[in-house]
């Protein structure tokens, strides 16, 4: 026995490698230098071969079996370890070795082409399942093919591939209810679910939002607002009923003193929740910033706890401000007392922040009661201001009407008035000063036509009636104030001229006309210090106009006159008396006043020499003409400007002198040094003692 299995084993060293499944294996691989080198003759033990003759069960073979175990195990040893040790770790590399196949594991988890090749392969024993059956039986009645293993049996049970068409269907997902109705009728078991796993996962909306709002509180901390308002709004969009995100916009748009933004996310923050302190909180301010007063006390009313005195008292003080001026306002006080309160609560408004609509309209209110040309002009910027915000709102076009007619411009003052009417047929203020304004423009017209007539006095009345009207227009009614004066002047009423004259100053302190009608009036008063004092206060207001410096040149030369003798009222007469009523008017005063008819009386004396230096005077026409014109009171320093040195003549005093360009003779007496000046025309002389010879103008 023992040198059969010795020629056995020497003559199959090649044969052995074919029989073991993982020969092809570790060929190979390169051989293991700690190889043992008796390894084809001490691990091939013929123990492992049984003969033809010897049945594995036999008991003559099992206590061989027993006493090669020894053997077999040392040589055994190594086989044990190859699968682990020598695995091949190269998948170029092919191998015969196949993986065990757990039972367990559903057909649809296994991979792909293993999958591939079980459907196909569970197909072809599909198609010759008969044939096998038919196949005779050799070798004793032992099948020529060895039985098939369970796993085999395994694989032939499952399900064939499913075959390639052209239509598409709808996947069925595994593990669902859908997959096991589909395959109910077939008496496949539901397929479990994939095991495939995401590589990331995705965020949800509300993550995302989160992560927007981080990303904006960090540029909110770094003052940049615009940048964190496009973050939050990004928020807002994914999450519109998040109060958090709303709440951090409005604060973002409040720094960047966007307060229109801020309060209507504030508004939706707090309706949806209505117990957050901190927007809350924040809508006060938000409504404290615009101006609403009472909207940011009553929202601070809602808070628990109760805000701090310090949190509500910019919102207080904001209220008692505008009911102050709301009372001045209405009682009718002075205008300092409605603009007053209204600069005060403006100071608790946001920086930046728009002014009420209404308190503009307060403000304005009290402009037109002062009615100076400057408050005129801040009206009409507050108006147009309105107007640009919204073109069709009544009350701005109303308050641009009763502007431009303080200004005297009622016709663009009634366009106003009619388009507010059309934009508010119901609005009581617009037809009220419509009407105002065109009964104002109506009697000022009638006034007019009948001083044109030089009916003065129906004028006067038009006037006075006109004044009547509307006290609040100060603008129109300075003007209907000097026009009356005209009349009055006209009727030789210099006294209540000059008082309408003054109240039409007073009404607007930069009316020119009626300062001019007042010097005028006071010359007819012959109060002509006063007119040449009104005649220097208009040259500094207006120091281009040159018909002021003559005005005043006048009015100097008539007040000289007025403190000389008046010979006009020695004798009792008017100016415009001729020779004969003079003479008449002298001889009867000669009568009565001759110191004769009253010895020892000086002062009669006085009074006939008086008499008869008059009658010397206005007798003779040549010196009543130089006493009417004041010629003998010019002084030659200032009619040459200082004596020739400092300026030049005015050119009025001589265009009188020379009697319009035809010259003028002053006779004697008139200037020291013998007879007059005879002016002629070029290259004459100057008759008479004294004076200026070849003395020529140009």
Known sequence: MKSLFSKKSSKKPNNADEEDPDSEHFDSQPPSPTKSPTKSSGSRSPSKKFLPQQRPDSPSASPTKRESTPQQSQSQSPRTSRPFTRHPTDPGQSSRRKKKIDPDEHPLNLPPEQRKRLSELSAFNARHSMDSDKEPVVNGGKPSSPPPQPQQQQQQQKPPAPSHSNSFTVPIANGTADAAKANGDKGVPTPPPHRSQPSSPTQSAAEDAEKLKNEGNKYFGEKNYDRAIQLYTKAVELQPNNATYLGNRAAAYMSARRYLEALEDCKKASDMDPNNAKVLMRLARIYTSLGRPEEALETFSRLRPAPSAKDMQPAKEMLHY?????????????????????????????????????????????????????????????????????????????????????????????????????????????????????????????????????????????????????????????????????????????????????????????????????????????????????????????????????????????????????????????????????????????????????????????????????????????????????????????????????????????????????????????????????????????????????????
């Open 322 to 698: 505008v009911r102050a001026a709301q009372t001045a306002l209405k009682d009718g006080t002075a205008a300092s007392m409605v603009l007053h309160p209204l600069d005060m609560a403006e100071k608790h408004l946001g920086f930046g922040a728009p002014k009420p609509r209404k308190w503009q309209l307060m403000r304005s209110q009290a402009l037109l009661k002062m009615g100076d040309s400057k408050s005129l002009g801040e009206v009409q910027n507050i108006a147009m201001s309105l107007l640009r915000s919204n073109n069709m709102d009544p009350e701005a076009l109303v308050l641009r009407g009763r502007a431009l007619a303080c200004q005297g411009d009622n016709d663009m003052a009634i366009k106003y008035l009619r388009k507010a009417l059309s934009c508010d047929p119901d609005f009581k203020d617009a037809v009220k000063w419509l009407r105002t304004v065109q009964k104002l423009e109506r009697m000022k017209e009638e006034g007019n036509a009948e001083y044109k007539a030089q009916r003065w006095q129906s004028a006067l009345e038009k006037y006075t009636a006109a004044l009547e009207v509307d006290p609040t227009n100060k603008g129109t009614n300075s003007k209907i104030l000097q026009n009356r004066a005209l009349c009055r002047i006209k009727l030789k009423q210099y006294d209540e001229a000059i008082a309408d004259c003054e109240k039409a100053i007073s009404l607007d302190a930069s009316y020119t006309k009626a300062r001019k009608t007042k010097a005028n009036a006071l010359g007819k008063a012959e109060r002509w210090e006063d007119a040449v004092r009104e005649w220097k206060a208009i040259q500094e207001l207006d120091p281009e106009d040159r018909n002021i410096a003559k005005e005043i040149r006048n009015a100097e030369l008539e007040l000289k006159k007025s403190q000389r003798k008046d010979y006009y009222k020695i004798l009792g007469v008017e100016k415009t008396a001729d020779e004969n009523a003079i003479k008449k008017a002298y001889r009867k005063l000669a009568i009565v006043h001759h110191p004769d008819k009253n010895p020892g009386d000086a002062s009669a004396e006085a009074r006939f020499k008086d008499i008869s230096e008059a009658y010397e005077t206005l007798s003779d026409p040549q010196k009543r003409a130089r006493y009417d014109s004041g010629d003998d009171l010019v002084d030659m320093s200032d009619m040459f400007g200082g004596g020739m040195g400092h300026g030049g003549i005015d050119p009025e005093i001589i265009f009188s002198m020379m009697g319009g360009g035809q010259g003028a003779h002053f006779g004697g007496g008139g200037f020291p040094g013998g007879g007059g000046f005879p002016f002629g025309g070029q290259g004459q002389r100057a008759r008479g003692g004294g004076g200026f010879h070849n003395f020529n103008f140009s």
